[in-house]
């Protein structure tokens, strides 16, 4: 847990975990949600801008002829961890 201090101005400082953690940069803005948590009022923090999810989907041409199967992809990393270690 983290504490962050208010001045006179209403300003905060987030911790510099918290900002890489929400992959905040200087001049980026935050969402603040209320909620009720086991009956406490609660906030939660939110980055204001989209996610980016341009990525979604860039994989499914090399992925899609893989097997997804747990036990394959744990044989193929197995497999690259011994050519690796030649």
Not at 35 to 55: F, G, H, K, M, Y
Request: charged share 35%.
């Amino acid at each position: 847990m983290f504490t962050v201090k208010i001045t006179a101005k209403r300003q905060a400082t987030l911790p510099k975990r918290v900002c890489d953690s929400l992959s905040l940069k200087p001049g980026d803005e935050l969402k603040l949600e209320r909620t009720v948590v086991n009956n406490r009022e609660s906030w939660i923090l939110r980055p204001a801008r989209p996610l980016n999810r341009e990525w979604i989907g860039s994989l499914r041409d090399y992925a899609g002829q893989k097997s997804h199967k747990m036990s394959d992809i744990r044989a193929n990393i197995a497999k690259k961890r011994t050519v690796n270690e030649k």
